[in-house]
């Protein structure tokens, strides 16, 4: 059994974009672990807003100042990331009853795939239960400010980019997932 002086844990997403609720998720599990990876996803079957690396950025500039915490981007399976950088716990946050589902596929999957990691599940402050990274770009998209429900970085780049665009044409896109 791996000591727990060297147990990592990462907490993989999509991060497009990261949110108050992820923040709250990464604060609680850094308390928790000795080391966080936060493992932003390059997703196969989904169109984000913000590319690969301008995710790793944000949640890079978002998770400044949280001890133990490291940001990583990557592609393929989690398993074999997780195997790659020797964590042996995936954190995922759970909100509603809904998420269930989706959560316990995945982590029946990963363990089947590679039973050494443990997925363990945190729910975040009830202030962020309903809070949503969709839900996040449609309200930026349809010309609403986001403040409150991402970190300062994320805000000012929906600001600056989304925001500004929204004002320039003659209404929204909602093209991604
Ligand atoms: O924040 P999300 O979009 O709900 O995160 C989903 C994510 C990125 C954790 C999941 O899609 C994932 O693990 N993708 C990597 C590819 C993979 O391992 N797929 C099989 C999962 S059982």
Redesign the pocket.
């Known amino acids: 059994m791996t000591q727990k002086s060297s147990f990592i844990a990462i907490f993989?997403?999509?991060?497009d974009p990261i949110t108050m609720g992820h923040l709250d998720i990464i604060r609680r599990a850094s308390t928790l672990f000795p080391k966080i990876i936060v493992a932003v996803?390059d997703?196969?079957h989904k169109k984000t807003m913000f590319t690969l690396e301008e995710r790793i950025k944000l949640v890079k500039e978002s998770v400044q100042g949280i001890p133990n915490v490291e940001v990583q981007g990557f592609t393929?399976?989690?398993?074999d990331f997780a195997k790659k950088v020797g964590a042996r716990a995936i954190i995922r946050g759970l909100r509603a009853v809904s998420d269930f589902e989706y959560e316990f596929k995945?982590a029946w999957?990963?363990r089947r795939m590679y039973p050494e990691v443990e997925t363990i599940f945190l729910i975040p402050s009830e202030e962020y239960a309903y809070l949503a990274s969709s839900l996040v770009k449609e309200i930026a998209l349809l010309g609403k400010d986001v403040d409150g429900l991402v970190p300062p970085p994320v805000e000012k780049k929906i600001r600056e980019t989304i925001l500004g665009k929204y004002k320039e044409s003659k209404g929204p896109s909602l093209e991604f997932d």
């Open positions: 993989p997403g999509s991060f996803a997703p196969l393929g399976l989690l398993v995945m999957m990963n």
